[in-house]
């Protein structure tokens, strides 16, 4: 099993990375979603050891579908040809993707190519410089599940979705059984990619889970609450769940806290 530790230096990376033929980075958007991609080996380890890569700068000029901003940013616009900026790997955030073959996965922030500064459009590089003076602290989801594919929600037009259990169960040690191997995977495949979990139950409504992430910096909590929500609905395309972190997607319920 490779190790988790995160690397310190480019040998280190090297040594880490020995057996493998890819790598997988991410960045986080201005709505907050991950965008990446694979890059082979040889491509990120030069990119390790420089400033970064180039990454189209268009993911702070489009929506969650891809449609372009009609009032286009200074960053990123059709005037500049959606230029590439610059991607700055993290090596501290190294874990790897237990349900992707274990493929090694970094985060990275992005940096003004002209000023290599942290452009303000980034929220990890923001909330990086907003958390120097920071203390720890937690956080948690409630979520609704639902039985649904990418396919059947499209089909339903996203409404009359089936819940992944119904009626009102929070705390039930029971709801769990029903779909146990989705719960269960939440929890352990989190630990594996190093989000650290402090509790995980259901909660009062229809198919709606919490689940607390562990204790920790502030920087580290952000990386954390965004990359869960791509473990979990990762996992729920294994298991054809769907979980939503919408703040109320019900209009006769309670909305979702966290």
């Known amino acids: 099993m490779p190790s988790l530790v995160p690397p310190k230096s480019l040998q280190e990376l090297e040594d880490l990375l020995k057996e493998d ?27 390790a050891s420089s400033d970064g890569f180039g ?13 372009v901003y009609t009032r286009e940013l200074l960053i990123s616009n059709k005037q500049n040809g959606y230029r590439d900026v610059i991607a700055s790997i993290d090596l501290s955030t190294y874990r790897r993707i237990p349900w992707e073959n274990n493929v090694p996965f970094f985060l990275v922030s992005f940096l003004d190519p002209d000023t290599k500064q942290p452009l303000s459009v980034d929220p990890r590089g923001i909330t ?7 203390t720890r602290i937690v956080l948690f989801y409630q979520y609704f599940n639902f039985k649904e594919t990418a396919a ?16 009102n169960h929070g705390y039930s040690l ?16 989190g630990t594996q990619f190093r ?8 909660e009062t409504g229809p198919g709606v889970l919490e689940t607390a992430l562990a204790y920790t910096q502030v920087l580290d909590m952000a990386d954390n609450a965004v990359l869960f929500k791509y473990l ?3 996992v729920g395309m ?20 966290g």
């Open 21 to 47: 033929t890819k790598v997988k980075v991410a960045g986080i958007d201005v709505d907050g979603v991950l965008r990446g991609k694979f890059m082979s080996k040889e491509k990120f380890l030069s990119a």
């Open 55 to 67: 990454f189209c700068s268009v993911i702070f000029g489009w929506d969650i579908h891809d449609a």
């Open 128 to 134: 990086k410089i907003a958390s120097e003076s920071a």
């Open 152 to 167: 059947s929600v499209a089909e339903k037009k996203f409404t009359g979705l089936t819940p992944l259990t119904p009626g």
């Open 174 to 189: 029971l709801r769990t059984q029903l779909n146990h191997e989705y719960f269960n995977d939440i929890f352990d495949l």
């Open 195 to 202: 989000i650290p979990i402090e509790g995980h139950h259901t």
């Open 232 to 234: 979990t609905k990762s």
């Open 238 to 257: 294994k298991h054809g769940v769907i979980p939503s972190f919408m703040a109320k997607p019900w209009g006769n319920l309670p909305g979702c806290s």
